[in-house]
């Protein structure tokens, strides 16, 4: 047999019981390789060591308990996904503010065509839709 055949068969010999043909030819390659019996020492050890461990259990409502420690005193969520609507929310309204200042300032200085559109002063015609600077340099 294939030496991963017979490292899978290793494994299972911890996990059930192998038939007589498996067992035989485990027991034979053991037998042969030295390398295959230290490997079968290491994962009964590594076996034995996670088996020795302690189980620990969580009491009932665990998750429930543990949100509730996670939230801050003002009573908003520390999570992520919340901390990013709630960040994203305040950058949303900074950024109308400023948009908002900024086409006040460009209609009062009359440096854009924006004054003219926006109250009708300019017709659209066919040179502005494919250039839109022409009007600027046309003054």
Avoid: H, W
Wanted: hydrophobic share 40%.
């Amino acid at each position: 047999m294939i030496k991963k055949e017979i490292e899978q068969l290793i494994y299972e010999s911890f996990d059930r019981s192998l038939s007589q043909k498996e067992g035989l030819i485990l027991r034979e390659a053991l037998r042969s390789s030295k390398e295959l019996r230290t490997l079968q020492k290491q994962i009964g050890a590594i076996r034995r060591t996670v088996s020795e461990i302690p189980k620990s259990e969580f009491k009932p409502f665990f998750e429930t308990r543990m949100m509730g420690i996670l939230k801050n005193r003002s009573g908003q969520p520390a999570g992520i996904a919340e901390l990013i609507t709630l960040s994203f929310s305040r950058v949303a309204i900074a950024a109308s503010i400023v948009l908002v200042i900024l086409t006040t300032y460009n209609i009062q200085m009359g440096t854009s065509g924006l004054k003219n559109n926006l109250l009708g002063y300019s017709k659209p015609n066919i040179e502005n839709a494919f250039d839109p600077t022409l009007q600027f340099i046309q003054k």
